[in-house]
């Protein structure tokens, strides 16, 4: 062995646990970004394989009811290469043991069959038997919540008359990914539900004998599928149409395809953010380690090494800390990976998963691993290859003394001999003494991460729920209903208040940009929907105009006083120009709002209303939700409480899962940074400290002097990490806005509480072991001549 290669795993010795702490930090950030591209490429691979083997149409369409004859006109447009035509239906269902109103969409299959696209995976029982009229198939995530299994029963109200039906089987569809009610933002499993049943009998049900009223295509490869969608709403138009709309926009795709790219800002982001900080803390090692072999490096040079050969070496003991890092973070990454995997699969409804990593990310992690490190000490290791051995044979030359500004203010009484000399030896070193704390608050920042989703979440929830939507219950009706309905639903026992709403759909146009969504008439003195502006105080509802959520107005690039193109998609269908009178703060959906009136003057439907906001006494709760079961034109009701349970059910999993491993990466980092802070303080000043044992200073005086300049720069550098931490969770918030979500900026109290607490421990801990080494502190060395 090479007498360089010896002095290399000698030094990587004497250095293993700053090393160590080093590598820990590098297996963070390459473990996120295995684990983030893993769970990306494996959702990716699953999704495209299940919608493959699945049929998944590529075009979708709703209408009023159509002939079957009409598939052939559109099999005939340019670029289709399926059609499949069903019917569909909203329906209440009711379960035994569970009191409170449940709907759903019914799927009719062809007999005997899965259909020829969006085709239905068993995961238990059987398909449809031909001729068994009352049997049906369940989603899986809505027999789960309910635990029904094959041979149980449910009953289902089917165009106003109300069937027992039995379960045969439990299903998934790629149509159904993400199962979730029209007009919600989170998937309620236990009051929504799928279900398919045989296409006589609920044809037969809803007068649909010979017809259809859903259509989904394939279409061949290559074509463009706008071009197809505008003949396919020329054709339906006559029936009833309410606009096709692509895969793209298809909302379980939609929302799958948001999380993955969320997922993809994830793996860029985080694992960058943790390199830095290995690259800093290498950067800062590696220069220290270089200013103190000064000698040495002049001996090797004076004996005939090269520049090329010193800066090797020195490049030699990153690699080796940089691999051990690449290693432990690609085995934690695949674990992590997995694990991620799996959660998704559950929350999204995947059959199946296909795991991948590619030979190419791992090469991927590992480059920019190395390049990110060598860059970082780059200049470190350049300084040591050019250090001329004739300086380097000198010692450095002394700080310049001068009284330090406790002296200079006369203060010096007030502190012992050991605080002054702390606080003179930070004056005389500050670019060092910037650097520790800058570390430590990158560290501190960087703990903030794990914690601040649950208190937006929650800011969110407050919002949205408690200021914004006011209502206990909202009741969708199965059509359009005359405004008079309402006195019906406010003489229901326990209604106490009951305002109606209008939701049309409609595609929204502004210069070359549209947006498809819905546009809501509320009542225009409503207080149980209220619009909210930036500082959350409550809009007045102009007589004439829209507003737009804020998310929706940054879409379109539409601001007030612009003229918006509203296409509605229903009823008549007509175009209208209507100007945008402001925008309204809204965390969830993406939608427009104009007065009730107006928007029924607007589309030429008379006085009509798509359902009701209800407050009801908590007391009569029950009574009112039984009332409503009852009546056929209400389609389905969700309660307030129950959506917000909904959203935490949602989102908890994986936020648990988020928090658990960027908390663990986070305080990961934050020990390796503050044990490398403190175990490089001590290597540059450990002759100095022996020398103050070797003058009569006790082990307790000399460890304060040392522990306590780093425990003075960790408070100070706590709340520099806090406008740290503020920053990158700002960052990440605007990073992780989509279309069903945005993310808002709150920090609570606990999110700086943790992170400086983390801090503190890791300090602690650090200098529990620094503690340690104060012991065997060399005191007859120090009083050899150091030459």
């Known amino acids: 062995m090479k007498a360089l290669d010896k002095k290399l795993w000698r030094e990587l010795w004497d ?43 590529h075009v979708f369409a709703s209408l009023k009811r159509a002939p079957l004859s009409l598939a052939n006109r559109i099999l005939e447009i340019p670029g289709v290469d399926k059609v499949e035509t069903r019917v569909v239906a909203y329906v209440n269902i009711s379960v035994q043991g569970f009191d409170e109103p449940i709907s759903g969409h019914i799927l009719s299959l062809p007999d005997d069959s899965r259909g020829l696209l969006n085709q239905i995976y068993i995961r238990d029982g059987r398909l449809l038997e031909p001729g068994r009229d009352n049997e ?4 899986e995530e809505f027999a789960n919540a309910h635990r029904l299994r094959p041979g149980h029963k449910i009953y289902a109200t089917i165009n106003g008359r109300r069937k027992s039906l039995d379960i045969v089987g439990i299903a998934l569809s790629p149509e159904y990914i993400y199962q979730i009610a029209p007009g919600a933002v989170f998937p309620d499993f236990k009051r929504y539900g799928v279900f398919w049943m045989a296409h006589k009998p609920l044809a037969t049900a809803y007068d649909m004998d010979g017809a259809f009223n859903n259509v989904s295509l394939t279409l061949t490869k290559g074509v463009n599928d706008s071009d197809v969608i505008d003949r396919l709403d020329d054709l339906l138009d006559p029936y009833g149409g309410t606009g096709a709309y692509s895969r793209e926009n ?10 993955l790219k969320q997922q993809q800002t994830i793996a860029t982001i985080f694992p960058m953010i943790f390199l830095g900080v290995a690259a800093f803390l290498l950067n800062v090692v590696i220069s220290r380690l270089v200013s103190l072999q000064r000698e040495q490096i002049a001996g090797l040079k004076a004996f005939g090494y090269s520049e090329f050969a010193v800066g090797l070496h020195y490049a030699k003991l990153v690699l080796l800390i940089v691999l051990v890092g690449i290693i432990g973070g690609i085995g934690l990454g695949i674990v992590f990976g997995k694990g991620l995997s799996n959660v998704y699969t559950e929350f999204y409804s995947f059959p199946f998963l296909i795991y991948v990593l590619k030979p190419q990310v791992v090469m991927a992690a590992t480059m920019i691993s190395i390049l990110v490190a060598m860059a970082g000490t780059f200049y470190a290791v350049r300084n040591a290859a050019r250090l001329p051995p004739a300086q380097a044979m000198r010692p450095e030359p002394p700080a310049i003394y001068r009284a330090t ?6 203060l010096q009484r007030w502190f012992s001999q050991p605080t002054r000399m702390i606080l003179r030896h930070i004056e005389r070193r500050p670019f060092k003494s910037l650097l520790t704390m800058l570390g430590i608050a990158m560290a501190c920042g960087i703990m903030m991460i794990s914690g601040f989703q649950k208190g937006s979440i929650d800011y969110m929830v407050g919002v949205q729920y408690g200021m914004s939507e006011r209502e206990d219950l909202i009741a969708n009706f199965t059509e359009p209903t005359s405004m008079r309905s309402l006195y019906s639903l406010l003489s229901l026992q326990g209604v106490e208040q009951v305002e109606g709403f209008r939701t049309v759909a409609a595609r929204l146009r502004f210069e070359h940009r549209d947006y498809r969504t819905a546009v809501h008439g509320v009542q225009p003195d409503s207080s149980l929907m209220r619009l909210l502006n930036e500082d959350l105080n409550k809009i007045e509802l102009p007589r004439d105009g829209v507003i737009l959520t804020d998310y929706l107005a ?7 006083g612009d003229m918006l193109t509203i296409e ?3 009823g008549n269908r007509p175009t209208l120009q209507v100007p945008v009178v402001g925008t309204a703060k809204q965390y969830l959906g993406v939608n427009a709002y104009m007065q009730l009136d107006a928007l029924n003057r607007l589309i030429k439907e008379g006085e009509v209303i798509s359902g009701a906001y209800l407050r009801v006494d908590d007391r009569y709760l029950q009574t009112v939700y039984n009332q409503l079961k009852e009546m056929p034109r209400v389609a389905g009701v969700v ?21 658990f491993i960027s908390t663990l990466l986070g305080a990961t980092i934050s020990f390796g940074v503050v044990y490398n802070s403190m175990r490089i303080a001590l290597s540059e000043r450990n002759r100095e400290l022996a020398s103050l044992r070797v003058l009569g200073f006790e082990r307790g005086e000399v460890a304060y002097i040392l522990l306590g300049e780093l425990a003075l720069l960790t408070l100070v550098a706590i709340p520099m990490g806090f406008l740290i931490g503020y920053g990158l969770c700002g960052f990440l918030a605007t990073q992780f806005e989509t279309d069903l979500y945005r993310v808002a900026l709150v920090l609570e109290a606990d999110v700086y509480g943790l992170a400086a607490l983390v801090i503190v421990m890791s300090a602690c801990a650090s200098g529990i072991m620094i503690w340690r080494n104060l012991a065997h502190l060399d005191m007859v060395a120090v009083l050899k001549s150091k030459e």
């Not at 309660?639 to 989102?651: G, H, L």
Request: charged share 15%; aromatic share 10%; net charge negative.
């Open 15 to 57: 250095i293993r646990m700053q090393a160590l702490a080093i590598a820990m930090v590098i297996v963070s950030g390459v473990s996120i970004f295995i684990m983030s591209l893993s769970t990306l490429d494996s959702l990716l691979q699953t999704r495209e394989t299940y919608y493959r083997e699945h049929h998944f149409a």
């Open 136 to 139: 049906i198939l369940v989603s």
């Open 250 to 259: 298809q909302y379980s795709n939609r929302f799958l395809s948001e999380e």
């Open 405 to 410: 500004v406790v002296e200079r203010l006369g």
């Open 554 to 560: 940054e879409l379109l690039a539409i601001g007030p």
């Open 568 to 570: 509605v998609l229903e």
């Open 639 to 659: 309660e307030q409480k129950a959506a917000i349970a909904a959203f935490y059910e949602t989102v908890a999993q994986s936020i648990l899962f988020f928090t």
